[in-house]
């Protein structure tokens, strides 16, 4: 729901949210450049009856004093018959320029108040106001939910351009997009008399003066203990008329003076709402606060960008939830298919699914987990497909599921299998998936399947878990669903390290340089060639394409992209497609390939120390991690081979760390010697030092299979557990992450 409304009315909001923000934009610049050509003296330093006392000589016929809160002072006055307005220097009374308001920021001013249409633009300015304030806080609800909390809200985002965009320009400008859409809204509404105006001060206007000679202005008592940095307007009584009197307005009241007294005669002080409203329009303005203006400026800035952005993310996410062919009806299905997704990202896999049940002569109907109906009359089994959105929470299309679980009278209960689909990076992985199988448990609905996951929308783990459906069912599920991916670059094996073949382990170290595409384009000039590689980190994914395969596999990488080549580490499996093919692949040959960032995955800004935990191939990015540690911050890798002799990945360059001190220590563990030490062991019997390292705010990063990270985090909870935390703590505050397959 909150997802809906922030794309609601952001769509309808942008065009209007676009104009304030590129006007405003261009009105924050006038208070630093007002406030660049001012010279103002300091508070106590001068006061009115001063600033009146030079300009008396160059200004006999001053009729008004005015002071902009930049501190810019204006006088106005009568020469030779032609009235003027000039610029003033305080220090010396004497005319710095001609005071002449710039049309075009009237012209720009307007178009932000009133969009050029008086009362009513001003009324759809104000509501465009209300709307971004509401865009602003459902956005940041939002994003704490995608990052899992708030105390999650800094860390990295992924996701398509569109995205990082949206969230990254968004996130750095949210403090300067919510108080200039919470002071518009409420200067709108005083408008239009919805909040008091906060009007300045009235004094009454006295009905009888002294009428005795009048003073010199600048002898004038209230005058002279008015510093000029609370001065807002003088005006001078009308020429020889001891009737008339000084009118005074400054930063605390207004009043009348007597000419020939110097007093006050009437004074009102400026309520506290004027004080409110006063606040809240130089918030707004930056008026006489022109550092704020320029930051609310550049927040202002990011408005075009977030809303362009969010257009084509609505657009793009409409366009991705697939169109289902066939789809019956809730009660003529044999097979009913739910889906949870907050993207449609789980749709495309839904869609596969369907289609090939469809095809294997089953009534399929497929709807979102939100339309669970109180009974399907011929279903014999149920399949549930949901994404987990933030911190386990329900995505959008099955936040009413559970509620409506308890209006089901379907019997006897169908049998059900739920499909999790998640990122291993959050603590919370799949974390609604489980809550939604516990739930169902609990209820009685028998297990069709256990509980499975998919990290990263996986396609062989998809195909995996369909192989498992069709012998349930007694036929062919082939599932190959193929998520959209980016475009592939070629790149041509430079370098190859081979370990571990002694222990029936072939593992190589593979590194690729950028291809020179001149020669795929005719018309290309050489110098005008490609060859540059693509731009990534150690730890991001690289996805290859094996030959005759459109499906990727996804490898860490243990370079990055300004070492000048990407660097895999590859373990050669029997029936591995791509792994067999890049083992064979010959120096100079090409893979295509494209890279999928996973910015979640690697070490954190800071001297905290960091603590390094893989096996096997794992150990790729981890050594990605300490070649760029050129600051050498404490660094310990803990990793797991089978022989020292065989497959000891990357030995040379890692005693080379050690030496010069981008790592600080190397714990290895080997399962083929004698003590069939495995990487786990080696933290157990490191533990003390481990729980150290982690109480002085150590950052654990692991990377390798399943089933080791899974007995990693088993020792790391009995190791830590005297500190009174646990892994999923260290998740939760962003200190353990993992990428694991």
């Not at 207004?254 to 409110?276: F, K, M, N, V």
């Not at 028998?446 to 069912?473: C, E, H, M, Y």
Request: proline share 6%; hydrophobic share 40%.
């Amino acid at each position: 729901m909150l997802r809906q409304l922030h794309s609601l009315i952001g769509l309808i909001a942008a065009l209007f949210a676009i104009v304030l923000a590129v006007t405003g934009a261009t009105l924050s610049l006038n208070p630093a450049l007002e406030r660049a050509s001012v010279v103002a003296p300091a508070a106590g330093q001068a006061s009115v009856a001063e600033l009146t006392n030079r300009m008396a000589e160059h200004y006999p016929g001053a009729e008004q004093i005015k002071r902009t809160p930049s501190g810019t002072l204006i006088v106005y006055y009568t020469r030779d018959g032609q009235v003027g307005a000039d610029r003033v220097d305080p220090r010396t009374g004497q005319a710095i320029a001609p005071y002449e308001p710039s049309s075009f920021s009237r012209w720009v001013k307007n178009l932000h108040r009133s969009l050029l249409l008086d009362t009513p633009g001003r009324a759809v300015a104000g509501i465009t106001a209300l709307a971004m304030l509401i865009l602003v806080i459902s956005g940041a609800l939002l994003l704490a939910a995608r990052l899992g909390g708030w105390r999650q809200l800094l860390r990295p985002v992924r996701g398509t351009l569109s995205q990082r965009l949206h969230i990254e320009l968004g996130r750095a400008a949210l403090l300067g997009m919510l108080l200039s859409a919470l002071t518009g809204a409420y200067l709108s509404a005083t408008t239009f008399g919805l909040t008091p105006e906060g009007r300045e001060a009235e004094p009454e206007f006295p009905l009888a003066v002294n009428g005795g000679p009048p003073q010199a202005v600048d002898t004038l008592s209230v005058l002279m203990t008015t510093d000029l940095s609370d001065l807002r307007e003088l005006v001078y009584p009308y020429p020889d008329d001891p009737a008339d009197t000084y009118s005074l307005s400054t930063d605390q009241g207004a009043g009348y003076i007597d000419q020939a007294s110097g007093e006050w005669l009437s004074y009102q002080p400026h309520t506290a709402t004027h004080g409110l409203y006063a606040l809240l329009y130089r918030l707004h303005t930056g008026e006489g606060l022109w550092w704020l203006g320029l930051t609310l400026g550049l927040a202002a800035l990011a408005v075009p960008a977030v809303a362009v952005s969010g257009a084509i993310i609505w657009w793009k996410r409409r366009r991705s939830k697939p169109t289902l062919k066939a789809n019956s009806r809730p009660n003529a299905a044999d097979s009913v298919i739910l889906v949870g997704s907050e993207s449609n990202t789980t749709w495309g896999f839904a869609k596969t699914l369907h289609d090939s049940l469809r095809q294997a002569g089953h009534r399929v109907h497929t709807a979102p987990m939100n339309q669970l109906a109180s009974r399907y009359n011929a279903a014999k089994r149920l399949f549930i497909l949901t994404a987990t959105y933030g911190d386990g929470d329900a995505p959008t299309s099955a936040r009413r599921f559970l509620a409506r679980l308890d209006k089901v009278t379907q019997t006897p209960k169908l049998p059900v299998a739920v499909l999790g689909f998640g990122d291993r990076q959050f603590a919370q992985f799949c974390g609604f998936a489980n809550e939604v199988a516990v739930t169902l448990t609990a209820k009685g609905w028998p297990q069709l399947l256990p509980l499975d996951t998919i990290n990263r929308q996986s396609t062989q783990a998809f195909t995996r878990w369909g192989n498992a459906v069709g012998k349930l069912l007694g036929i062919e599920l082939a599932l190959m669903h193929r998520p959209p991916r980016p475009r592939t670059t070629a790149l041509a094996l430079a370098e190859r390290v081979n370990y571990g073949v002694d222990v029936q382990a072939p593992t190589a170290v593979l590194r690729f340089k950028a291809v020179d595409d001149s020669g795929k384009s005719g018309w290309r000039p050489r110098f005008l060639a490609r060859t540059d590689l693509p731009s990534f980190e150690a730890g991001d994914l690289v996805g290859i394409l094996p030959p005759g395969n459109q499906v990727p596999r996804l490898y860490s990488l243990a370079s990055a992209s300004t070492d000048g080549t990407l660097e895999i580490c590859v373990r050669q499996h029997a029936d591995g497609l791509c792994s067999s093919f890049l083992h064979a692949l010959p120096i100079g040959d090409t893979i295509n390939a494209f890279i999928q960032p996973n910015p979640g995955f690697r070490p954190s800004a800071g001297k905290a120390p960091v603590v390094l935990i893989g096996a096997g191939t794992g150990i790729g990015p981890l050594v990605g991690f300490i070649r760029h540690n050129k600051a050498h911050h404490p660094m310990h890798l803990y990793w797991g081979g089978r022989n020292p002799q065989s497959d000891f990945l990357y030995e040379p360059e890692l005693n080379a760390y050690l030496d010069d001190r981008r790592l600080t220590k190397l714990n290895a563990a080997f399962s083929r010697l004698d003590e069939r030490a495995y990487v786990q062991d080696k933290l157990i019997a490191n533990g003390p030092e481990l729980r150290r390292l982690i109480d002085k705010g150590a950052q654990i990063l692991v990377c390798g299979g399943r089933s080791m990270a899974t007995s990693v985090m088993a020792a790391l909870d009995d190791i830590i557990a005297p500190l009174g935390i646990d892994v999923m703590t260290l998740k939760a505050e962003g200190r353990y992450r993992e990428d694991v397959y």
